[in-house]
């Protein structure tokens, strides 16, 4: 963008679309140095390679989020690989794994159904090592990504290739989603549009993939089980009543650490339906 800029300080001025905080990360990468350096050399005059650099790296920066150009994100304190194949892991689904971690039975079964990065999987079986984790995506390149960081942080999950339920059998005692529930047409996609599509968008109101798992989610659920999933904070009251509707009990909602209602429960009481 500022092709010609001299030093340091004239690019760091130049470039005042991007956030202070992203330039100077830009330009700690592109340069090798601290941020700590960048801000206290602002006179350091750049070469054109350097200009090339930082000139490549902040277009990148425009159009994709950090962890894709770092190639990891820490989630529930674990670090995990990411790429433009997996939503980047969102603080607002460490509710939903501590909902797991605190609550599953011993020795349970789990689902992480959709599991992206892994990151609900990971995070779960590393805090809960006697629980047995199964983790599906329908995206292979997604799963790559998610047996990655199993293998990565050493915890044994099953990973299967899924359209949410349809290649699995058996029956679990807490199933742990955090599907697309973006709507369509809502304006904050354009800032995630570097993100898969598939991870973020939900139909209309963005309420297909949740009611779609609730739906099939019955006959999943063994006896007493949970199913737990994260929405969008003005969804919740529309993810209680699906729930509600499709026979689950104790229904509930907890917010994230933002205070937005984010995940919402149901228990099954027999298992059989759906
Ligand atoms: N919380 C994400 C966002 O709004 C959406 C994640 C999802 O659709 N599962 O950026």
């Not at 679309?17 to 941020?35: G, H, P």
């Not at 006697?130 to 915890?155: F, G, I, K, P």
């Not at 047409?185 to 609730?214: F, H, K, M, Y």
């Not at 989610?217 to 089980?225: F, I, R, T, V």
């Given at each position: ?55 490549q790296l902040a277009a990148r920066r425009r159009r994709e989020p950090w962890a894709y150009i770092t190639g990891e994100k820490e989630f529930f304190g674990l ?25 599953a039975p011993q020795g349970g079964q789990v689902l992480d159904l959709g599991t992206g990065s892994g990151c609900i999987a990971v995070a779960v079986k590393t ?148």
């Amino acid at each position: 963008m500022s092709g010609a800029s001299a030093t340091l300080g004239q690019w760091l001025a130049e470039n005042g679309d991007l956030d202070r905080l992203d330039r100077e990360l830009v330009a700690s990468r592109a340069l090798k140095l601290t941020r700590a350096q960048v801000i206290a050399r602002p006179d350091s005059p750049l070469s054109p390679s350097q200009r090339q650099s930082l000139d490549q790296l902040a277009a990148r920066r425009r159009r994709e989020p950090w962890a894709y150009i770092t190639g990891e994100k820490e989630f529930f304190g674990l670090r995990l690989a990411v790429g433009p194949e997996v939503l980047v892991p969102r603080p607002e689904t460490e509710r939903l794994v501590e909902l797991v971690v605190e609550r599953a039975p011993q020795g349970g079964q789990v689902l992480d159904l959709g599991t992206g990065s892994g990151c609900i999987a990971v995070a779960v079986k590393t805090h809960r090592p006697d629980l047995c984790v199964t983790a599906t995506d329908v995206s292979l390149a997604a799963l790559e990504v998610a047996r990655r960081n199993a293998q990565c942080h050493a915890v044994d999950i099953e990973f299967r290739q899924s359209d949410w339920f349809s290649a699995l059998a058996g029956r679990f005692d807490w199933i742990a989603c955090n599907p697309p529930y973006v709507a369509d047409a809502d304006p904050a996609l354009n800032d995630l549009r570097a993100e898969p599509s598939i991870a973020l968008v939900g139909g209309p109101q963005g309420l297909a993939a949740i009611n779609a798992v609730i739906k099939g989610s019955g006959a999943h659920l063994a006896s007493g089980g949970t199913l737990a999933l994260e929405h969008g904070h003005d969804q919740g009251e529309a993810v209680r009543r699906q729930l509600a509707d499709c026979g689950f009990a104790a229904v509930e909602t907890h917010e994230d650490l933002a205070g937005h209602p984010r995940v919402s429960l149901g228990r099954v009481l027999a298992g059989g339906q759906g």
